[in-house]
């Protein structure tokens, strides 16, 4: 499966932005998608995931009750809603799927095999 991010940018302290992420090669339906970042000079971390079954969500503890995952099957794509941006959410974003995760290793990037190339959004302070 291939994927596709959009809709990183530049956004004052404060804003919005939505990313989205579009599959193609196969379904998304009954994987696991997620979204990870990397800041400069830090490692990727986790930022949020949906279960196969399209409901259930997981997110860090950092972006929680801001940030909102959700995957739409018939369109094949899983997108980011993030609100009240703050300065240290500046980071390039990847989106990532995987067909045979655990719940435990949700939050791990070594067990997505598919990645997409990553979008920057830039917070202003």
């Known amino acids: 499966v291939q994927l596709q991010a959009s809709g990183g940018g530049l956004v004052q302290a404060g804003g919005s932005l939505r990313l989205s992420c579009s599959a193609s090669?196969?379904?998304?339906?009954?994987?696991?998608t997620a979204w990870f970042r990397q800041a400069p000079g830090k490692e990727r971390e986790f930022v949020g995931a949906v279960w196969r079954n399209g409901v259930n969500t997981y997110y860090a503890d950092s972006v929680k009750g801001r940030f909102t995952i959700s995957r739409d099957n018939a369109k094949n794509t899983v997108s980011l809603q993030m609100n009240s941006l703050k300065a240290e959410d500046t980071a390039v974003y990847f989106c990532a799927a995987d067909f045979n995760l655990i719940l435990s290793s949700v939050r791990m990037s070594t067990q997505y095999d598919y990645w997409g190339q990553g979008t920057l959004v830039t917070v202003s302070s």
């Open positions: 090669g196969r379904t998304l339906r009954n994987s696991v």
